[in-house]
């Protein structure tokens, strides 16, 4: 039979072992506690759409509410010159616009694409969700449904004599091609539930009726309420061709982080095409958990995030290439 005093040490020793194991696993970094709501953008820009979604959230507002509102703000502004009607005009001269709006329950969605004169396309994105039977609307169609629909718009009279001039040929040589950002804003709400959303005015100089991945789901924008949300930014068919948030959704639903999926898509991406990690992508995520991430394939890519504890920007260095 073992003695006290023997049984004592025992207690002793692993008193101390276990000390030392809390000990170590206190000098581990940790990662923050979940926080709901929460909100991610793409891009510095992207902390005014926060702000002013997470302050819909905290009201009681809808997830849908908050994203909607957000996003409009930065169609207001036209952002970096990028998104809205004062973002960077087609080869054209005029402006395409392209946005979508997806929520997690329902897996419901809207999309509108190369839509012309409409103020806010994230809001006829939204009336295409919620008043059609349809996903997405393209061009002429989308203009005539937003305006039924009572959206904001401008007169659009003025494009004829560019079309005409298109159309004969009779085309500027200088083209602004600079630019092709996008809001992506992704929310997770008090109750875990996902809604995200996308706008932009296109790649600068673009072909008339070019679109991008921002108003294609799968490409700029995934959000599955089971698992979580992954938005794009960059050059547009860098991304759709790859089915890149999507990918990203079904990384995270095999177990791996949102930072980790955003990283291992982008490696993947760069793996079998032909421009290697040249390929001016971003990307950002969030999960059910309130974990987020973001990732670049060859810059450096600052991006936002808002909870109540606080507004930022952060910044994510270009992956390493493998």
Same mark, same amino acid.
Request: net charge neutral; hydrophobic share 40%.
């Given at each position: 039979?073992? @003695?006290?005093?023997?049984?004592?040490?025992?207690?002793?020793?692993?008193?101390?072992?276990? @000390?030392?194991?809390?000990s170590?696993?206190?000098?581990?970094?940790?990662?923050?506690?979940?926080t709901?709501?929460?909100?991610?953008?793409?891009?510095?820009?992207?902390q005014?759409?926060?702000?002013?979604?997470?302050?819909?959230?905290?009201k009681? /507002? @809808?997830?849908?509410?908050?994203?909607e509102?957000?996003?409009?703000?930065?169609?207001?502004?036209?952002?970096d010159?990028s998104?809205?009607?004062?973002?960077?005009?087609?080869? &054209? /001269?005029?402006?395409?616009?392209?946005?979508?709006?997806?929520d997690?329950?329902?897996?419901?969605a /809207?999309?509108? &694409?190369?839509?012309?004169?409409?103020?806010?396309?994230?809001?006829?994105?939204?009336?295409?969700?919620?008043?059609?039977?349809?996903?997405m609307?393209?061009?002429?169609?989308a203009?005539?449904?937003?305006?039924?629909?009572?959206?904001? +718009?401008?007169?659009?009279?003025?494009?004829?004599?560019?079309? !005409?001039?298109?159309? +004969?040929?009779?085309?500027?040589?200088?083209?602004d091609?600079?630019?092709?950002d996008?809001?992506?804003?992704?929310?997770?709400d008090?109750d875990?539930?996902?809604?995200?959303?996308?706008?932009?005015?296109?790649?600068?100089?673009?072909?008339?009726?070019?679109?991008?991945?921002?108003?294609?789901?799968?490409?700029?924008?995934?959000?599955?309420?089971?698992?979580g949300?992954?938005?794009?930014t960059?050059?547009?068919?860098?991304?759709?061709?790859?089915?890149?948030?999507?990918?990203?959704?079904?990384?995270?639903?095999q177990?791996?982080?949102?930072?980790?999926?955003?990283e291992?898509?982008?490696?993947?991406?760069?793996?079998?095409?032909?421009?290697?990690?040249?390929?001016?992508?971003?990307?950002i995520?969030? !999960?059910?958990q309130?974990?987020?991430?973001?990732?670049?394939?060859?810059?450096?890519?600052?991006?936002?995030?808002?909870?109540?504890?606080?507004?930022?920007v952060?910044?994510?260095?270009?992956?390493?290439?493998?």
């Amino acid at each position: 039979m073992r @003695s006290k005093t023997s049984t004592c040490r025992v207690h002793r020793t692993l008193l101390l072992a276990l @000390s030392a194991l809390a000990s170590c696993a206190g000098a581990l970094p940790t990662a923050p506690l979940p926080t709901r709501p929460l909100v991610l953008s793409t891009w510095p820009f992207g902390q005014t759409a926060n702000d002013l979604a997470l302050a819909v959230l905290q009201k009681g /507002g @809808s997830r849908l509410d908050a994203v909607e509102t957000g996003i409009r703000e930065i169609e207001r502004l036209s952002s970096d010159g990028s998104v809205g009607l004062g973002g960077r005009p087609n080869a &054209a /001269g005029y402006p395409q616009l392209d946005a979508c709006i997806m929520d997690g329950p329902q897996h419901r969605a /809207g999309s509108v &694409a190369g839509v012309e004169g409409i103020v806010h396309p994230i809001t006829a994105a939204r009336r295409v969700m919620e008043a059609t039977k349809h996903v997405m609307l393209v061009g002429e169609g989308a203009r005539w449904f937003a305006l039924e629909q009572g959206v904001e +718009a401008v007169d659009t009279k003025d494009l004829a004599a560019k079309k !005409d001039a298109w159309v +004969a040929r009779a085309r500027d040589p200088k083209v602004d091609r600079a630019g092709h950002d996008t809001i992506a804003l992704l929310v997770l709400d008090a109750d875990g539930h996902i809604a995200g959303g996308c706008s932009t005015s296109g790649a600068g100089g673009k072909l008339p009726g070019r679109v991008g991945d921002s108003p294609i789901l799968g490409a700029g924008l995934y959000v599955d309420d089971e698992v979580g949300a992954a938005g794009a930014t960059g050059i547009g068919e860098n991304v759709m061709r790859y089915c890149a948030t999507f990918l990203i959704v079904e990384r995270m639903r095999q177990g791996l982080t949102p930072q980790q999926a955003c990283e291992e898509v982008v490696h993947r991406i760069a793996r079998v095409d032909p421009k290697g990690y040249a390929l001016d992508i971003c990307f950002i995520a969030l !999960d059910k958990q309130g974990r987020y991430g973001a990732a670049a394939s060859n810059q450096m890519f600052p991006y936002a995030i808002a909870t109540s504890a606080g507004s930022e920007v952060q910044k994510v260095a270009a992956v390493t290439a493998r």
